[in-house]
């Protein structure tokens, strides 16, 4: 599962809590999202740049999963999330750990 690339949420992206969902609201675009329960746990993953990895370690921590099982559904969630213009690529530098 190792990918080098570390994704982060864009800052200006607001965020408000529904239950165990929540919803996102871009004001650059003036666009409203709702993320799942499994999204909001991925997209608090991402408050700071985050690999990979450590957003799969999340998503299993959460639902007592092996990191490896949700790998698929997360990178999926990360594209999808990355094509709706609410993520950026964090510099390789900012250190996933």
Known sequence: MSDPMLWQARAEVL?????????LLDPLK????????????I?????TPASLEQVCRAVADEYDIDPAI???DVKQVLA?????GLLMDAPA???AS
């Open 93 to 95: 530098h900012a250190g």
């Open 15 to 23: 965020r408000s809590d529904l239950g165990e969902e929540i919803a």
């Open 30 to 41: 003036n666009t409203y999202f709702t993320l799942n329960a499994t999204g909001a746990v």
């Open 80 to 84: 999808d999330l990355r094509a709706m």
């Open 43 to 47: 997209w608090n993953a991402l408050q």
């Open 70 to 72: 949700c790998a698929e």
